[in-house]
C-alpha cells in the first residue's frame, strides 16, 4: 500500500463570500497529494512522463461532506491499495485541523503511451513500488 498526506492552510483566494472553500478546490488538493505521493515513493509523475508514460484522470468521484471554510488547517491524504495494471485507484480524504471529514473521493488515473496515445500498461518503475 501506499500512502501520503499534506496539510495546508486554506488559502483566501480558494473561498467564496461566505468564506467557504469553493467545491473545485478540492479536485485541487487531491492531485496535490497525489503528486507529493508519487514523488515521496521515488517515481514523481515527471519520471513517469520522461519515460513514455502520460497518466490521465479517468474518473474522480468527490463526496462533500463538511464545510472547509476560512481560517481552517486541511490535511489531505492519498492512498493506494492495490498494484496498479491498467489503472491506478486513489482513494483521497480532506480533513479539517479538527478531524473533521470535508470531502472524501476516488480517483481513478489511465496509463497511456507518450508516442502513440493508447492505453498502456502501468510502467515497470511504478508497478515495483508494491513490491516491496
Same mark, same amino acid.
Given at each position: 500500500m501506499l500512502?501520503?498526506?499534506v496539510e495546508f492552510p486554506v488559502r483566501y483566494y480558494e473561498t467564496d463570500q461566505m468564506g467557504i472553500v469553493h467545491h473545485s478546490n478540492y479536485i485541487r488538493y487531491f492531485e496535490t497529494c497525489r503528486s507529493k505521493m508519487m514523488a515521496e515513493n521515488g517515481y514523481p509523475v515527471e519520471r513517469c512522463e520522461e519515460e513514455g508514460t502520460l497518466f490521465p484522470?479517468?474518473?474522480i468521484e468527490c463526496r462533500y461532506l463538511y464545510p472547509a471554510r476560512m481560517g481552517d488547517v486541511l490535511t489531505v491524504s492519498a492512498k493506494v491499495e492495490k498494484k496498479p495494471l491498467a489503472k &491506478?485507484? &486513489?482513494e483521497q480524504e480532506v480533513r479539517n485541523q479538527r478531524g473533521e471529514v470535508c470531502a472524501r473521493g476516488t480517483v481513478v488515473v489511465g496509463f497511456l503511451d507518450k508516442k502513440t496515445?493508447?492505453?498502456c500498461r502501468c510502467p515497470e518503475g511504478l508497478a515495483s513500488l508494491f513490491d516491496e
Open positions: 500512502y501520503s498526506e484522470i479517468v474518473s &491506478f485507484t &486513489f496515445g493508447r492505453p
